[in-house]
């Protein structure tokens, strides 16, 4: 596993997050591809994900397979 550099990277709220403070998330475009991040703990975990990688989770985000 590799470490990325996320130290300077422009964070963005999905304009899907709702603004009253619940399911936050924010993206950063990196080298390796996205980023992502709750915004509620924005010094917490993170997780970097290649471009393919990425769109393969948005798509299967979109198809509803993480629904419960």
Do not use: H, Q
């Not at 924005?42 to 419960?68: H, T």
């Amino acid at each position: 596993m590799s470490t990325v550099d996320l130290s300077s990277a422009d964070w963005r709220k999905s304009s899907r997050s709702d603004s009253e403070g619940g399911a936050c998330v924010e993206v950063a475009g990196v080298a390796v591809g996205v980023a992502v991040r709750d915004s509620k703990d924005p010094e917490g975990p993170k997780l970097a994900f290649g471009g393919g990688a990425f769109g393969a989770l948005m798509s299967d985000i979109r198809a509803g397979r993480y629904d419960k």
